[in-house]
């Protein structure tokens, strides 16, 4: 929480005299810390003490995923194209 507070007193103190930058800026900071705090949760209901026990392990299985379906995806239109040129 510290962080944040001082994050905000920087924004506050670099940002133009627009209060829809601050209120949004601030939004983002809780958003930011809302997710922490789930990631938290999540790996403390597992028995785990770091949210980044419980990050890393589910972003890079995601990372994967989304690259075979990509990957899946290529080939089929490389096929797809592939069978309709001339030769």
Excluded at 2 to 28: K, M
Excluded at 43 to 56: K, Q, R
Aim: charge should be negative; glycine fraction near 4%; include cysteine.
């Amino acid at each position: 929480l510290e962080c944040i507070s001082v994050t905000r007193q920087l924004v506050l103190s670099l940002s133009p005299p627009d209060s829809n930058f601050i209120q949004a800026t601030t939004i983002v900071t809780r958003g930011a810390e809302s997710e922490a705090l789930r990631w938290l949760s999540i790996a403390n209901g597992l028995g785990l003490h770091e949210a980044d026990d419980v990050y890393i392990p589910v972003m890079l299985t995601a990372w994967l995923i989304v690259a075979v379906v990509a990957y899946i995806a290529i080939m089929k239109l490389w096929r797809h194209h592939r069978g309709k040129e001339p030769h």
